[in-house]
């Protein structure tokens, strides 16, 4: 077993954490309080080739894998999870058309998505379809070339910027996993509403959308992986692509506990009370070794299951286990880091706050820690 990164990962990682700290670090406030897209760091992203890392070169990527991709993530999170949030986002559609699309569609699409010119949002929950993602009701109709397209979605993450959605449908009349399937809807096509969802807890530059579909017309060629009422291969395809993203939210959540972390230990070198440094007091000290504890616990985690991934042996139930731990202990320690910091850590002016409100999104999405326990029980009881 050989836990050592390779002297590429090494520069790749040191690269994104001098652009996090220098150049994307002290704008983070900024974008929470105004609610807006960090347009310039994307631009800077998609310029270093980090939108494509995990897309293969046939496509534009770098063919980097998952680990590489995340090292690069885990130090954009650090300092900003909205910042890292693209990225990730950006290596999530696009693999799952890479891999799982068309030739056609992998062919005109997937470069576009790796430059930056393009971004694509995932359109799966629906109001009564949430934990239960197969209980999704929008469904697409064959007319002729084309399909009409009639339902709603909610929480599609930056669906109100998306050149277009990879929309979860069912084709023809089904219920459960069978006949689900995925089809591609660009913005501004007739009958597609997007309204943002107001009053976010964190990451608000990143907003959060319903989409209606009223009889959108979709050609038949804008079809990922089509839905057979008689299986469920157009819904399980696509899923493989998620044991990378679940570890994700949990290599996300890593990188705010460690930037929390970081400041922690700084204001605790400086900060006196009773004469003393916060550094120096035992009660303290031992926090902030849990807290080192519980990250290199879930480093560990995540990055297993990435190469684990990486090496062509995903290991699905690690990869739930990884999210659960790395995403509730970053719940925990930016809690336990904020409060090094007292009262001034309770204020805006400080990341800590931010961060507190930021972490909380991951324990939800990518399947929330409830699901994914789930997940793991029915591996140690298979079949119950
Ligand atoms: C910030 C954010 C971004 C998101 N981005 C996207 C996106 O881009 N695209 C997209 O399609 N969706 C997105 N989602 C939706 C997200 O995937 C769902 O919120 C999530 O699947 C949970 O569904 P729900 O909110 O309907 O909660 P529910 O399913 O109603 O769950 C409510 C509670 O019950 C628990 N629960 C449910 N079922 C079980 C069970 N069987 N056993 C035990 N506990 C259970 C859940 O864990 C939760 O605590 C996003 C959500 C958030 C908050």
Known sequence: MDFDLTEEQVQLRDAARRLAQNEFRDKAARWDREEAFPEENKHRLAELG????SVGK??????AG???????????????LLTAMIVHDQNVSPRIIANHGPEDLKRRLVP????????????????????????????AVRDGDDYLINGSKIFTTFGDRADMHLVYVRFGPSSGAKGIGTIIVERGRPGLTVRKLEGKMGVRGAAEN?????????????????GDPLNSRGFVRPLTIY?????GMGVMALGVAEGAFDLAREYMKVREQFGQKLS?????RWMMADALIEI??????CYKALALIDAGKPDPQLCSIAKVFATEMAQRVTVQCQQMFGGYGYFGSLPLERMVRDVRMLTLTGGTTQTQKNVIAGHIFPGA
Request: hydrophobic share 40%.
């Open 50 to 53: 980090y939108l494509g890392l």
């Open 66 to 80: 998952l680990v590489s991709t995340y090292l690069v993530i885990e130090e954009l999170a650090k300092v900003d």
């Open 243 to 247: 044991n990378g993203t679940r570890v």
């Open 112 to 139: 576009r998505f790796v430059g930056g010119e393009l971004e694509c949002s995932i359109a799966w929950t629906e109001p009564q379809a949430g934990s239960d993602g197969t209980a999704i009701r929008t469904a």
């Open 58 to 63: 046939e496509y534009g990527g770098s063919g």
């Open 280 to 284: 120096e007091m035992q009660g303290l």
């Open 210 to 226: 319903e989409l209606f579909f009223d009889n959108v017309r979709v050609p038949a060629t804008n079809v990922v992986t089509l």
């Open 296 to 301: 290199e616990a879930a480093r560990c985690l």
